[in-house]
């Protein structure tokens, strides 16, 4: 057999077999790299690929990042105790509509109530005294004006008069002092909203700035989502956002980029893949919905939020 020929049949095997290494050693690599990574170079590996047939529909480039529904700032609050006491009254369930001003707790005030009566009593007995001391201010400075009295008892009773009204102001103040301490212990409802978690029950003895409820409006919630900080330039304002989660299967809901911090923080939401870093940094990218959904506050969400530059190629169109 002449050597050309050798060549011929031994060429061809030769890149047969440094082919099937060359792909074998890519998905041994690529099987080593972390899932996020994996799942980013396929995502790559899709997009630059050219149909072979007619043109399929792509889809726009997009963020993954994971989320959890929260509420705005001010739709939920965590009302307390500004003074200390026996919780004798407490209106509210889990679930319970509260609106402004209702009450949710009451604590105990026997000895503020038996405070508050002995001050009004004192503010009674002051006025008293200023009503006696005046009608006989009057009574002297006319006798002096006849020349029937003296001076001296004007004095007498001008500083009886003076002092009445001090005690009239201190008994006053004293009253003003406790009615504020008895409307501490009357916890109302600082917003609209409802019961999502009772934290006390009746009976307790409870502290100042004790957890009583939470109250939040849950027609004002939105995603807090936490966007890798690789990412972070290739979210808009405004950017359409593909948001599910588990115990949905299948469903999936609307939503818009509505807030970009201008720095990022240390991940908050510890990642379920376990290939993920635990000490990345992100950018919390706040996202509202466009629609109604079934979520729940606090609940754990996965989004997808088209990219800029699938954004500037929509607005080109």
């Known amino acids: 057999m002449s050597a050309r020929r050798l060549l011929r049949l031994v060429l061809p095997v030769v890149g047969m077999l440094f082919t099937t290494g060359f792909v074998v050693q890519s998905g041994a690599?690529?099987?080593?790299?972390?899932?996020?990574?994996?799942?980013?170079?396929?995502?790559?590996?899709?997009?630059?690929?050219?149909?072979?047939?007619q043109p399929q529909h792509v889809e726009p480039p997009r963020v993954m990042a994971e989320g959890r529904v929260v509420a705005?700032?001010?739709?939920?609050?965590?009302?307390?105790?500004?003074?200390?006491?026996?919780i004798v009254r407490l209106n509210v369930q889990e679930k319970s509509p509260v609106r402004k001003g209702d009450l949710v707790a009451e604590l105990n005030a026997d000895d503020l109530k038996a405070s508050r009566a002995e001050a009004e009593a004192r503010v009674?007995?002051?006025?008293?005294?200023?009503?006696?001391?005046?009608?006989?201010?009057?009574?002297?400075?006319?006798l002096v004006?006849?020349?029937?009295?003296?001076?001296?008892n004007i004095d007498v009773n001008r500083r009886g008069l003076d002092s009445a009204r001090a005690r009239c102001a201190g008994a006053a103040a004293d009253r003003e002092r406790i009615n504020a301490l008895l409307a501490k212990t009357r916890i109302v409802a600082p917003i609209d909203g409802v019961i999502t978690e009772r934290h006390a029950h009746p009976g307790e003895t409870v502290e100042v700035a004790a957890k009583i409820v939470t109250i939040a409006?849950?027609?004002?919630?939105?995603?807090?989502?936490?966007?890798?900080?690789?990412?972070t330039g290739r979210v808009v304002l405004?950017?359409?956002?593909?948001?599910?989660?588990?115990?949905?299967?299948?469903?999936?809901?609307?939503?818009?980029?509505?807030?970009?911090?201008?720095?990022?923080?240390?991940?908050?939401?510890?990642?379920?893949?376990?290939?993920?870093?635990?000490?990345?940094?992100?950018l919390p990218v706040k996202i509202t919905f466009s629609e109604p959904t079934p979520l729940k506050l606090g609940q754990?969400?996965?989004?997808?939020?088209?990219?800029?530059?699938a954004q500037q190629e929509a607005s080109a169109r």
Not at 35 to 42: D, G, K, V
Not at 124 to 142: K, N, P, V, W
Not at 145 to 152: F, N
Not at 218 to 224: D, F, K, M, T, Y
């Open 217 to 231: 409006d849950l027609n004002r919630i939105r995603i807090e989502a936490e966007v890798d900080e690789f990412d």
């Open 72 to 86: 705005y700032p001010g739709a939920e609050v965590v009302v307390g105790t500004e003074a200390v006491g026996r």
């Open 124 to 142: 009674a007995e002051a006025e008293s005294d200023i009503r006696y001391f005046d009608r006989e201010l009057q009574r002297d400075e006319s």
């Open 300 to 309: 754990r969400v996965e989004v997808q939020i088209v990219t800029q530059e």
């Open 238 to 282: 405004g950017a359409d956002v593909a948001i599910t989660a588990e115990g949905f299967p299948g469903a999936s809901w609307k939503g818009k980029v509505e807030e970009i911090p201008d720095s990022v923080v240390p991940r908050r939401i510890r990642p379920e893949d376990p290939g993920r870093p635990i000490d990345a940094r992100v």
């Open 29 to 53: 690599l690529e099987s080593r790299l972390p899932a996020w990574a994996a799942e980013r170079c396929q995502k790559a590996r899709s997009t630059r690929a050219e149909p072979s047939g």
């Open 145 to 152: 004006a006849r020349r029937a009295g003296t001076i001296q």
